[in-house]
Structures are given as structure tokens and as C-alpha cells.
């Protein structure tokens, strides 16, 4: 999952885009990048690394402009090379940049278009550099010398005609503005906002981010979601112009966003996560004392961060005392979203640490919001009885996790998923548990939604191998496999290529 962002002001953007992608950062932790436009010229900074890492005094300095784009990347197609770090670039047609999250589901099949028919070439394994290329050609073969927003929101149409799968996007045009859309499913989410501008009575700002929180961190006031299908550009002198380009539109945000990715404090498609967590919690609570409550549970600890609200709504449902029995080193990241499963191993017990006295002699039962490949829930049950646990019961906020993830999260193969082929009481075994509950599907998709009934499906095809944009067969499920296993990962991260496009202030 990725964290984009966007701003159109009238006033230097930098500061703000940086910002925002700090806020962003849970999304993606593997690279960022910035691009600005001053002076009728891009001016960009991107690398491997975080937010903080990533761009220095000099590198801020350079980025000067009224206008700019921002990533965060959590690599979910090519390498995790820099070389594939976002935003990505063309010269042609008036020079465009473009952030990404998401994945294509017909990455293959473009990268064909647009070598032979568009003539244009793709220089890393990035699905996002092919979407650039084929919003470029789009564009290409509509405008003449200036472009209207109409033309703009004509690509945008041939664009979605063409690309599969999901997409939010944000673009600069140089000479005309900045353009963001949303596939038709909606499945990974945008937000819009405004501000007023100061030095300009009656001129507004506008910014949109993949998560409202980045709204908040910079001042600007959420306005609405871009809805699934829909364009919206705003011109460099900050007209905003929107106009559904999908003949299908449908929403179908990922429900994944409200287990695991996105802040509690962010407002995804009208719904809290913050909420749908707590919720979520409240229904597992009532699963538990439904078909627990033989057991004899003396405290409920959670598996820090994410689960924690939906933890303490565990404890309050079921009236048992709620321990934050696990301290998180706050100086490591999270450990899903880390390229590599070696990597992802080593980080569970550097990141977390029991307090011994919360768990000696006690039945305690343990809290995540998944349980993904199984390698945080097996190693936390271990320390829990190395801290003297008598019992370790476990719950997960979702169900079983047990296909592929074709949309923009990684788990690409169902090999990789503890609960692939498994039933819940061997899913137990593996991890070490006394006893596994997981949350129903029905449950999650009712916390979700309780504050927005107009979502007819959410994309949940992690759980129940229905996927959305109906071009998933065993076929492509083998072809993703063979690309992006453990194995492939480890050897393709190890490339370490130069960009070959616009400067990139070193
Ligand atoms: O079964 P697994 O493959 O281990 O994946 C699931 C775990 O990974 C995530 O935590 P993460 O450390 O990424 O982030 P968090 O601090 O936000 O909980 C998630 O919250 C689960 O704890
Ligand atoms: N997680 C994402 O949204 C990834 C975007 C894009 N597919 C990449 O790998 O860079
Ligand atoms: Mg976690």
C-alpha cells in the first residue's frame, strides 16, 4: 500500500507535501519521492529510505513551487530497487510526473501496448511507469498545443478503458495542472481537500492524499472522496474541475485499509477506521463469549499498534482487564509492509518485548487485526510463554487470510499465508496457540460498513478469493506467484540501478 499526495497552492508546497508523507508513512516505508514544479520545470528528490531519511535541508531547498506531488512506497510490483521509487517521469506530452498506489492486474498486457503501439519505452518492472506511460499516450493523441481539462478527463477515460485493476493516482501536467483519479472500483482510497489561500482573497488550495489524515496534518479541510471512476484536475491557477470518467463505477473500497493500513484516524469512503475497529472489536467479543465461555481468560493483551483499539473493545465486551503486556520499540517500523521475509522475521523481537509481569501464571488472551504469513502471531506467542503465560489463547480481527492479494498489498502468493489450505484448528497448532478464534467474514464487513451502508462490497478477496475486477484466474494467480515469491523478492531487491529519467538531486 502506498501514500500519495498532491497540492495545488500559491505558495511554496514542499513543506506540506513532506509533511504529509510523514503522516503517510505507514503506507509505505521503502521509499519516497517528491516532485515540484517551478519555473515551467520539475524539480525532483526520491530514494530508498523513509520520509525523514529521504530528503535533507538541500534536497527541501530545491524542491521550490506552488504545485507538487509526493509517494511513499510499499513495493508491490517490479523491484524495490530506487530506481523504482515513485514519482515516476516522461518529457512527453508536456512533461508529466506521476504517484501511484495500487496494482494492475494487466500490467503485462500494457507494458505490450505500450511498447508497440505507442512506441514508447518502459525503463524499470514498475506497473506505475507503464500507467504513466499510458496516460501519456492518451493524452498524446487528444490535445494539441494547450489542453483543456476536458481532454484531460478524455485520457483519463481511455485510461481506465485500458487498465485493470487498482489505481489511485496523482499527476502534474507541466504548463497545466494536477490531475488525480480513482479506478472504477475505488479500491484504493483518495480524499480531496481546501483551504483558503491567504495571500489570494477568494483563491483556494486544493490537496488530495490517500488518507484524510494527511488533510489534517497540513491545514487543509476534507472536502469529500474522489469517488470510485472519478477524475479531478485543478489548474495551476486552481480551478478545480471533476467529471466521472468510468462507464461502471462501483464501490468496492478494501476492507484491508480498515483492518491494517490506513491510521485510525483517518475517514476512508464516509467510514471511521477508528470506528470499524472498534467495532470489529465488539463483535469479536461477542464471538468469544458465544463459543469461549468454558474458558478461563484472566487478561486481554493486544499486539501492538494496530490492534490495540480493537483490543481494549475485546476487554470492555468481555469485562476483563485490557494490558498493554508488549512495548513496541517506536523506532521500528511495521514489520508486514518490510520487503523480504528474512527481514520481516528478524523484526518481530526487535520490535516488540514482553513485560514478564503481565503474563506470569496468567491465561492471557492475545489480539491482532490478522494474521497474515503467521510470523508476528507465532514468535508473540512464544515470548508470551517464555514470559510465563499458562495459557495463550489468540484472536484475529479478520478471518483467515487465505488468497492472494492482487490490488496493491503483498501477498502474492498463497503459499506465503499460514492459513492457505488450513483449517483454524491446525492454523493453532502452527502458530503454538491453546486456542484460535478468528472474526467471520459477515462481522468484519458489517463493522465496516456500519457507518456507510451505501458500500454495496467491499474488495475482500483475502478472505473469500472473489476478486472485484473479475480478470483473476489461477493463471494469473501463478504468474504473480512466480514474479513476486520470497525468493524472487530477495534477489530482485538486490538490484540496485540508477534512475535514468528527470535529475534527481543526489
Ligand atoms: O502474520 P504476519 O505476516 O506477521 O502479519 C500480520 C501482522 O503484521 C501487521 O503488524 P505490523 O508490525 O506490520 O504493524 P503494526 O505495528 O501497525 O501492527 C499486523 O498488524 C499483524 O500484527
Ligand atoms: N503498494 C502500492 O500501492 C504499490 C504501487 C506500485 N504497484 C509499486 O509497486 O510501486
Ligand atoms: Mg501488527
Redesign the pocket.
Known amino acids: 500500500m502506498c501514500g500519495i499526495v498532491g497540492i495545488v497552492g500559491s505558495q511554496a508546497v514542499n513543506q506540506s507535501i513532506y509533511d504529509a508523507l510523514t503522516v503517510l508513512q ?1 503506507r509505505g516505508q521503502d521509499a519516497a519521492g517528491i516532485v515540484t514544479i517551478t519555473k515551467g520545470m520539475f524539480k525532483q528528490r526520491k530514494a530508498n529510505g523513509l520520509v525523514k531519511d529521504v530528503f535533507e535541508a538541500r534536497h527541501m531547498q530545491r524542491l521550490q513551487g506552488n504545485v507538487g506531488i509526493g509517494h511513499v512506497r510499499y513495493p508491490t510490483a517490479g523491484s524495490s530497487s530506487a530506481a523504482e521509487a515513485q514519482p515516476f517521469y516522461v518529457n512527453s506530452p508536456f512533461g508529466l510526473t506521476l504517484a501511484h498506489n495500487g496494482n494492475l492486474t494487466n500490467a503485462q498486457e500494457l507494458r505490450e501496448f505500450v511498447a508497440k503501439t505507442a512506441r514508447r519505452h518502459i525503463n524499470t518492472t514498475s506497473d506505475s511507469e507503464v500507467l504513466l506511460n499510458l496516460l501519456a499516450h492518451e493524452l498524446d493523441k487528444l490535445v494539441l498545443e494547450q489542453c483543456t481539462e476536458k481532454q484531460i478527463f478524455a485520457a483519463v477515460k481511455a485510461v481506465n478503458s485500458k487498465a485493470r485493476g487498482a489505481y489511485a493516482v496523482v499527476a502534474l501536467v507541466i504548463g497545466q495542472g494536477m490531475l488525480a483519479f480513482r479506478d472504477a472500483n475505488g479500491i484504493r482510497p483518495l480524499v480531496l481537500g481546501q483551504r483558503d489561500c491567504e495571500a489570494v482573497p477568494g483563491r483556494k488550495e486544493y490537496m488530495v492524499a490517500s488518507e484524510s489524515v494527511a488533510l489534517d496534518a497540513v491545514g487543509f479541510k476534507f472536502v469529500r472522496d474522489v469517488a470510485p471512476g472519478e477524475a479531478v484536475f485543478i489548474s495551476l491557477d486552481g480551478q478545480l474541475f471533476t467529471e466521472q470518467c468510468s462507464e461502471k463505477p462501483r464501490y468496492n473500497p478494501c476492507i484491508f485499509e480498515y483492518v ?1 493500513f490506513a491510521r485510525p484516524d483517518s475517514v476512508i469512503d464516509k467510514v471511521s477506521v477508528y470506528g470499524a475497529r472498534v467495532n470489529m472489536g465488539t463483535r469479536l467479543g461477542e464471538k468469544i463469549q458465544r463459543e469461549w465461555s468454558d474458558l478461563e481468560i484472566d487478561v486481554v493483551i493486544p ?5 490495540c483499539d480493537i483490543a481494549l473493545q475485546i476487554a470492555l465486551q468481555l469485562e476483563l482487564p485490557y494490558r498493554q503486556g508488549f512495548v ?1 520499540n517506536r523506532y521500528i517500523g ?4 518490510m520487503p523480504g521475509q528474512s527481514q ?1 522475521r528478524k523484526s ?1 523481537r526487535r ?1 516488540l518485548n514482553a513485560i514478564d509481569v503481565e503474563f506470569k501464571g496468567k491465561n492471557v488472551l492475545l489480539v ?10 507465532e514468535q508473540i506467542i512464544e515470548m508470551a510463554r517464555e514470559a510465563g503465560a499458562k495459557k495463550v489463547y489468540f484472536a484475529s480481527a479478520s478471518p483467515e487470510i487465505r488468497f492472494p492479494n492482487v490490488y496493491g498489498i503483498d501477498m502474492p502468493s498463497a503459499n506465503e499465508l ?1 492459513a492457505h489450505g488450513r483449517d483454524v484448528e491446525e492454523i493453532g497448532t502452527l502458530i503454538g496457540a491453546d486456542g484460535l478464534i478468528y472474526q467471520d467474514l459477515e462481522d468484519l464487513i458489517e463493522a465496516c460498513r456500519a457507518s456507510n451502508p451505501d458500500i454495496q462490497d467491499f474488495e475482500t478477496s483475502v478472505f473469500n478469493g472473489k476478486y472485484v475486477t473479475q480478470d483473476i484466474d489461477q493463471s494469473y494467480l501463478d504468474y504473480l506467484e512466480s514474479l513476486r515469491n520470497n525468493d524472487a523478492q530477495e534477489i530482485s531487491g538486490q538490484e540496485e540501478v540508477t534512475n535514468l529519467e528527470i535529475h534527481n538531486e543526489g
Not at 303 to 307: F, N
Not at 334 to 337: A, C, G, Q, Y
Open positions: 505507514h491494517y499486539i501492538p499498534e494496530t490492534s513496541k511495521r514489520t508486514f509492509i520481516r518481530v520490535k491482532d487485526d490478522s494474521i497474515v504469513r503467521g510470523t508476528t502471531s499460514i
